[in-house]
């Protein structure tokens, strides 16, 4: 039994920056990584939001060795060692880095390693670069879950990755897995006690499975079930594990990630490309659609239902799930 | 029936070369053109080889305006008008470009706009990036073919995309179109009389079909049938339609193209990097496999079999299609 109730979205913020700072986090770290949580709970991507501090690798547990730090740099980049701190932290400080070098040169590239847990949802932070004129790619590697096509051992993270682009209101902002099913999916279902779709991973002998704890000792299947999504995943993990110095292949826990920013202005004046990103979802939404479907441009159509939730001042969580986060 | 025949590379390339340069390209034009076919033939990607000069917007028939000539112009970019040529010409030209820059300054992004006909194999271009010691991100836009999730009506290209890395030995190449069939798979089982597989394409109204035709006239389905392979489709749209100025959406026959490189330095030392994305095709191969399947490196092991056929000399190609090329 499942029940929703009503929370004032400031009161959860609090709540959550309560626990994030009880113990390793200061206020001021606290905001920066109950942002990107509560970012994915408005977006309604309920396994990136506060489920985060309930399950898994939590961030309030998460003790850093020392701060965020550069360790290398060009006018074009950045490298940032995380210190061992939770995903979030270096994440922010990787995107506003990321950006403030791409506003000043036209691009930038920033990577993070040593982070202890995944950064959270990368729309998120695509969502933050797009704001800023610029296109984003940002990709993020994680502990071994997808096999590569015709292997059975989980070779590469759930790696996820996400693009983002400026339009002349909401940014586009699409963000995907290359697994058919997210980490946190699987943690979500075995906290429930709810079973896997039977088409989304394997057991440890190769043999689909539909419990969510024999999938976390198998392998999760790439989200197309092909080659294609397997080598989107490898493509993740070079540019998300190889590239910023972080584990790769078989990781056993260790987390990867790199901040791309492009601006438009290198091959067209930035609010022409503006004029046609927003022409482009202007078309798409013309056409005809299936009975019952209706045309979903990503990120677009969410930060409408973000900015509604957003000004009514409260979000509908499960009660169950906010009275263990009361408990914590 | 298929008959095969074996032929001497060097006499393809001549023959191919010859017709490219019959009407409206210079030798050394046509030289480019077809390094790009011939590749394709060489790698096994018979849709993307010497078949471009037989059907659909055939290189040679293609009438150039002028010559391509660059536009837009920056330390990190460069945008090129095609001036309506056959797209592996700027192609070429681009990459020539993006690498040239991306060495100086770590970065670059080339755009191509007003070409006729696709550029071809995205991994080819991918592939002589990443011979450069340079990440490479190569994304085509095309005329309108994949629906929009949700939708009936074909909103975007095939719209590939390719991704590209080095190593200490042969580049992974990752290259993938966003659709379940490519418009060459469709025109080739056009030409051979073929029947689609049942789940790859929809007719006008919105039906599954298995006949190619009724296939160009309706659209085909993102790769994965969902909306993740939609929104990859959507992304290339933006980055290489939108962004270098070429078409996007319900695009009635135009090409757009967008190079990225990369110089891994901008992160971490080359050699270092070159080390580690080795070592990650030697971690990968470890793994167990799936009974009577292997671990297959894209670009990676093709480049293995590339190098074998060209040290044998000859290509082995369908005799039928061979005498198509010859009577042209």
């Not at 959860?12 to 986090?25: A, H, P, R, T």
């Not at 693009?163 to 902002?173: C, D, E, G, S």
């Amino acid at each position: 039994m499942f029940c929703h109730m009503k929370i004032k979205i400031a009161e959860l913020k609090e709540l959550m920056e309560k626990i994030v700072s009880s113990k390793y986090y200061s206020a001021d770290e606290a905001e920066k990584i109950v942002e990107v949580l509560l970012y994915a709970d408005l977006a309604g991507n309920n396994t990136q939001g506060f489920l985060k501090l309930l399950e898994g690798e939590r961030a309030q547990d998460i003790v850093p060795k020392y701060k965020p730090k550069i360790i290398r740099e060009t006018e074009l980049s950045t490298l940032i060692d995380g210190g061992g701190s939770a995903g979030p932290l270096p994440a922010q400080i990787a995107t506003e880095k990321v950006i403030e070098l791409a506003v000043k040169n036209g691009f930038a590239i920033v990577g993070v390693n040593n982070t202890f847990s995944s950064v959270g949802a990368l729309g998120f932070y695509g969502r933050k670069i797009a704001k800023n004129n610029l296109i984003g790619i940002v990709a993020a590697s994680s502990p071994k879950a997808i096999l590569h096509f015709g292997g059975i051992d989980p070779a590469y993270g759930t790696n996820p990755i996400a693009f983002a682009f400026p339009t002349k209101t909401n940014p586009i902002v699409f963000d995907m897995a290359a697994s058919a099913i997210t980490w946190y999916g699987l943690i979500r279902a075995k906290t429930l006690g709810e079973k896997l779709p039977d088409n989304v991973a394997i057991d440890k002998d190769g043999n689909i499975t539909t419990d969510p704890e024999a999938a976390m000792k198998g392998a999760i299947l790439p989200f197309d079930r092909s080659y294609k999504g397997s080598g989107l995943a490898m493509v993740v993990e070079l540019l998300a594990g190889v590239l910023p110095g972080a584990n790769y292949v078989f990781n056993e826990g260790d987390w990867g990630t790199t901040f791309i920013a492009i601006s438009p202005n290198l091959l067209m004046d930035t609010d022409e490309f503006k004029n046609r990103s927003s022409d482009l979802i202007k078309k798409v939404k013309s056409g005809r659609t299936q009975p019952g479907k209706t045309i979903h441009i990503p990120g677009f159509d969410s930060e409408t239902e973000i900015q509604k939730t957003v000004n009514s001042g409260e979000i509908e969580i499960e009660e169950k799930l906010l009275n263990s986060l009361k408990n914590l």
